[in-house]
């Protein structure tokens, strides 16, 4: 089992921009896929960013050009940068991992993060 820890989000004007990061505790998180999700309230989790252990990336048509996911293998984390934010971008932000698989699909994924709360207000 491996453990994620999500930190970065916080309050922000429509405009802005923040990073949320995701801590892995694991060795080998190179060989991981890697991905963000997020949920508003009365709403279904949603897709955001995907990463794969060679780097490629897909990308939810709704943040294409805005935010940007990376990771750091060395220091077992994942980023997600969030630029021009808007109010419909407000949801808790999941990271999430896998050994075998990266995409868009949630139910693949073995491991998730708690969470955190992004709020951009208008």
């Known amino acids: 089992q491996v453990q994620l820890v999500e930190s970065g989000g916080g309050l922000v004007q429509a405009g802005g921009s923040l990073r949320l990061s995701c801590a892995a505790s694991?060795?080998?998180?190179?060989?991981?896929?890697v991905a963000w999700f997020r949920q508003a309230p009365g709403k279904e989790r949603e897709f955001v960013a995907t990463?794969?252990?060679?780097?490629?990336?897909y990308y939810a048509d709704s943040v294409k050009g805005r935010f940007t996911i990376s990771r750091d293998n060395a220091k077992n984390t994942a980023y997600l940068q969030m630029n021009s934010l808007r109010p419909e971008d407000t949801a808790v932000y999941y990271c999430?991992?896998?050994?075998?698989?990266?995409?868009?699909?949630?139910?693949?994924?073995?491991?998730w993060g708690q969470g955190t709360q992004v709020t951009v207000s208008s």
């Open positions: 999430a991992a896998d050994l075998k698989y990266y995409g868009r699909n949630a139910r693949l994924y073995d491991n």
């Open positions: 694991v060795g080998t998180f190179s060989n991981y896929g």
């Open positions: 990463i794969g252990p060679g780097g490629i990336t």
